[in-house]
């Protein structure tokens, strides 16, 4: 831990039930700091947060905040994380910044946490979840001295942190880089994944080329003798750093996958550089997508000194990451696939997925549009992706952080889906409606809330 950090006694979490809060959370936790957070809502995450003894509460007021950190004399052992999903006006956040203490947003502890570590960043609009939980899930697998903060709840760790041995020369941090609020322009990674640059977040950088500047300015914070690896086609431009490409599109790249095929329900692949030729190799998560980011991952692996048959083994036993084309249930009569997807291109490569892994069933679709901004934003996109689906049911839009924009509805997306089967539903009237229809394939699509019909759709289906 940096010297900034190491005086710290007490860390108070401002939405510390954000996926990327929680791991910090944790992390500090298992350092032995005394954590307490709020967040406005109890969810699966902050239910488990709390046993394991880190105290939360769910309304905004200042009383609520612990006594030892509300009165605490010595404001330098208090560190006050912010999400820049919590709202000007909160009040504990006012106060706090009223009374001098530190606050500083989690990208920026992310940043002090990784300083001086071997750092591992990925980065892209979608991928990067499932590719640094695999990229830490190989490392940890291989016997490689890993820890890793994640977007996402790993399957196979069952937990978004992955805690090391910091103190080893050996040690690396397998970190996502999140461009939400321009975050990982706080991170200076030894090597670099990107796994898309496709528009996302235009109510943050206003347009595609400020976006993509700042991925540039990212791959640019690459060290010099590191490496980025970029998915083939990305504008990338000039680095300083040595940078490698990777596609499963074309082997003219650095690192291929090849020979993709579905055997009994397994994705197969061939892995191809410059200096070696992988046959076969078997990954444990479904998905074309999927096949794409374990090329990237596997490339880092390799050039980290992970062997052909630690890599080999790890893929295969990889699980993937909650909520990331996880299949709930899969019988004779059912299959249920509950997917973060909550961009065009993200619910392209889920629903195409599903219907190359279930080509004779007919796929139903329950889609969350996740922000207004994005929803005006593309609308067309999410219109053509859901046309894929046989049949859509569309929920109302999940606004997060956001007020609601005149004209800007989910039926204004159901509007322009081209399938006859479309309906819009309430969450009320969800479990029944899917009871009524009895799907043969029913997958739950969206980042909000939606996660919370998870054990309600698995238990009617089973």
């Known amino acids: 831990m940096t010297s900034e950090l190491a005086n710290i006694k007490y860390v108070y979490l ?134 890793a903060f994640l977007g996402g709840i790993s399957s196979n760790f069952k937990s978004n942190l992955l805690i090391g041995q910091p103190n080893d020369k050996d040690h690396c941090i397998v970190v996502e880089a999140d461009e939400f609020d321009r975050s990982f322009l706080q991170l200076f990674p030894d090597i670099a994944i990107i796994t898309s640059m496709d528009p996302d977040h235009l109510d943050i950088y206003g347009n595609i080329d400020e976006m993509q500047h700042n991925y540039r300015l990212f791959a640019g914070q690459v060290k010099e003798d590191g490496v980025l690896i970029y998915k083939k086609g990305l504008p990338i431009g000039e680095v300083k750093s040595k940078s490698l490409s990777y596609s499963i599109e074309t082997n003219d790249c650095d690192f291929a996958g090849l020979n993709i095929r579905v055997e009994n329900g397994f994705y197969h692949f061939d892995f191809k550089s410059a200096d070696k030729a992988i046959k076969d190799l078997v990954l444990g998560l479904p998905g074309r997508h999927n096949v794409e980011n374990a090329v990237a991952a596997s490339a880092v692996a390799l050039i980290l000194g992970v062997s052909e048959e630690q890599l080999r083994a790890a893929l295969k036993s990889f699980t ?139 238990h009617l289906l089973n």
């Open 14 to 147: 401002l939405g510390v039930g954000g996926i990327g809060m929680s791991a910090l959370a944790r992390y500090f936790h298992a350092s032995g700091k005394i954590v307490a957070g709020y967040d406005k809502t109890v969810t699966p995450l902050t239910s488990q947060l709390e046993k394991e003894g880190i105290a939360i509460h769910y309304d905004d007021s200042i009383e609520l905040i612990p006594s030892a950190i509300r009165n605490s004399e010595n404001k330098s052992e208090v560190l006050v994380i912010l999400t820049p999903a919590i709202p000007k006006d909160h009040q504990e956040w006012n106060y706090l910044a009223l009374n001098n203490f530190n606050i500083v947003k989690r990208s920026k502890v992310l940043g002090l946490l990784t300083g001086g570590q071997t750092t591992l960043a990925v980065a892209g609009t979608h991928g990067k979840t499932t590719t640094s939980t695999l990229l830490a899930h190989i490392l940890h697998s291989a016997g490689k001295n890993t820890s």
């Open 320 to 458: 993937g990451a909650q909520r990331r084309f996880e299949i709930h249930v899969r019988n004779e009569n059912h299959v249920y696939v509950d997917d973060y997807a909550h961009h065009p291109t993200e619910l392209n490569a889920a629903i195409l997925s599903a219907k190359e892994l279930f080509p004779t069933k007919k796929i139903t679709g329950v889609f969350q549009p996740h922000l207004f901004t994005r929803t005006r934003d593309f609308v067309d996109g999410f219109a053509e992706s859901l046309s894929l689906l046989d049949s859509l049911i569309m929920l109302d839009i999940y606004p997060a952080r956001e007020l609601p924009i005149p004209g800007i509805t989910s039926q204004t997306i159901l509007e322009k889906v081209t399938i006859s089967d479309k309906m819009l539903v309430t969450k009320e009237d969800l479990l029944a409606e899917i009871k009524h229809r009895n799907p043969e394939v029913i997958m739950t699509l969206g980042a909000g809330d939606i996660d919370q019909f998870v054990e309600p759709i698995k």
